[in-house]
């Protein structure tokens, strides 16, 4: 018996629609996980351990793993999905991985798992979209904002953000205001053989603030008990965000530290669904331009197991999130590099943000991942400037 890994069946079908969400949430299960996969079927689950452990303990690992399974696919009906766009036939010159290139070149640099630093290529080329993004934001008026990195706990308790997302938060803290424990700190800190930093927990002061998980939060707390002008709000912004995916943080696909800009909505109901779809429409033509493949189709955000089947199906059934999936050759797949999405009243509601009339206002907002967009550009046209679309083939000189 190979001690290191665990292989067996789901204690409920998994169906194939689900196969790849359940998998991702079998990441946050036990840290003795080293990977995990589902067969493509849902019919077999193998986890592979970091190192042999008793029986007892496998037990109690594939007791969790059945807890996430049965929570997640028990009962599960099929989302029908909804497409608005579909150019993933569109024919593109690149079929390989760009990772092993952009390490050859030194374009990127893994500090540690999900977190990288980008060359010169990769920053021209996320420029050239951000230009294409600020056009779209100029083309609604949107006004300009700075937000911040941080954010309090308080302003993410408030919209329930801790039960639907807490296995992607990132906490912040500090050092307590206390001579005695900042020289102890000083004196003894240091990383250990697994880049984890040993300082007692009683040394950080409670926490207040988070790493934000999305840009336009920051906007729905700015205007909370406002009442709106009646012409609504069109704001953009560019920050970065943080969602920690554990096992799932590879390559630049998925960071746990990466670069949204949003064109945010703010105002009555048809005012944000007609921009919404206005903004779909705009970017149709930029992406058309460039002979990106890619699909627009509804879908939703990856809440956590409790929270998972009830919000997911809600989601679906109001068409409330669409992503722009783009593909990637290398590996026959689709990576989500932007979103068009509506939270109907919800922020309104919950942060009091009111139209003249006194109703709650509605938002939506339109977001684009800047490192996997680029990425996704790589991964159909390569680094043959000769490949590249004319309007882009300046980045590569």
């Known amino acids: 018996m190979n001690l290191s890994t665990l292989n067996f069946a789901p ?5 194939d629609h689900l196969v790849g969400e359940v998998q991702s949430k079998l990441a ?5 996980i080293a990977s995990a996969q589902i067969s493509p079927a849902g019919e077999q689950i193998s986890i592979d351990l970091k190192q042999p452990v008793a029986e007892s303990e496998r037990s109690a690992i594939e007791e969790k793993v059945q807890r996430v399974v049965v929570s997640m696919a028990k009962g599960a009906i099929r989302p029908k999905v909804q497409v608005l766009e579909d150019y993933l036939d569109r024919s593109t010159p690149f079929v390989g991985d760009p990772m092993p290139e952009l390490m050859q070149r030194g374009e990127i640099h893994r500090e540690a798992d999900g977190i990288y630093t980008l060359g010169p290529l990769l920053t021209r080329l996320i420029d050239w979209f951000e230009r294409r993004f600020l056009d779209l934001a100029d083309s609604f008026s949107a006004k300009p904002y700075r937000f911040p990195t941080l954010i309090p706990a308080r302003y993410l308790e408030r919209v329930g953000y801790f039960r639907a997302f807490p296995h992607s938060l990132s906490f912040a803290t500090h050092l307590r205001s206390d001579l005695d424990q900042i020289d102890a700190f000083a004196e003894g800190a240091a990383c250990d053989n697994h880049d984890n930093l040993n300082v007692p927990p009683e040394r950080f002061a409670p926490i207040q603030t988070l790493l934000s998980p999305a840009v336009c939060y920051h906007l729905y707390f700015t205007l909370a008990d406002q009442l709106l002008p009646p ?16 096992l799932n943080l590879n390559s630049l696909e998925r960071l746990w530290n990466f670069t ?10 048809e005012f944000v669904l ?16 460039i002979g990106f493949a890619y699909r627009v189709e509804s879908a939703n955000d990856p809440f956590f197991i409790g929270e998972f089947r009830k919000q997911a199906a809600f989601q679906s059934a109001f068409q409330l999130k669409y992503e722009i999936r783009a593909r990637l050759p290398f590996k026959d797949g689709t990576l989500a590099v932007g979103s068009y999405n509506y939270h109907q009243d919800f922020f309104g509601r919950h942060l009091n943000i009111q139209l003249p009339d006194g109703s709650a206002a509605h938002t939506g907002c339109v977001a684009f991942g800047l490192e996997r967009i680029a990425f996704a550009f790589l991964a159909q046209f390569g680094f043959d400037a000769n490949q590249w679309p004319l309007s882009m083939q300046e980045i590569l000189q």
């Open 11 to 15: 204690a409920v079908p998994i169906p």
């Open 28 to 32: 946050y299960v036990d840290e003795r």
């Open 231 to 246: 012409q609504g709000v069109v704001a953009t912004a560019v920050g970065n965000c943080f969602r920690y995916e554990s």
């Open 260 to 269: 949204m800009r949003e064109v945010i909505f703010v105002g009555a109901k």
């Open 274 to 289: 007609e921009n919404r779809e206005l903004a779909r429409q705009r970017m149709q033509r930029v992406f058309e331009e």
